[in-house]
């Protein structure tokens, strides 16, 4: 079974900047595309960004310009810069390997994910 272990998460005031990171197996690291989700209190999960295996990044709109997604092969750790973060920001982050597009649809199972609190 594979497991993603995201960390970083925390408390920022709205405006701050946090990264999250995500290892991932290195048997799999380049193989798959790799995405960001959240899941704010009580809304359904939602895809944020992907770094596809080619080296490419799409985001959703609610955080393009602020959200940057990077791989680094030598940790095989693929990470979430959040810059500008919102109140409606706030949510628990999990990462995994999409299946399709741009929804939570997602290969493995997802982790314990790692909980982003924005506010004054």
């Known amino acids: 079974q594979v497991q993603l272990v995201e960390s970083g998460g925390g408390s920022v005031q709205p405006g701050g900047s946090l990264r999250l990171s995500c290892v991932v197996p290195g048997n799999i690291f380049n193989l798959v595309d790799l995405g960001w989700y959240r899941q704010a209190p009580e809304k359904q999960r939602e895809w944020v960004g992907t770094s596809t295996s080619l080296g490419a990044t799409n985001y959703a709109d609610s955080v393009k310009g602020r959200f940057t997604i990077s791989r680094d092969n030598a940790k095989t750790t693929v990470y979430l810069q959040m810059n500008s973060l919102q109140p409606e920001d706030t949510a628990v982050y999990f990462c995994?390997?999409?299946?399709?597009?741009?929804?939570?649809?997602?290969?493995?199972?997802w982790g314990q994910g790692t909980q982003v609190t924005v506010s004054a």
């Open positions: 995994n390997a999409p299946l399709t597009g741009r929804t939570t649809s997602v290969r493995f199972h």
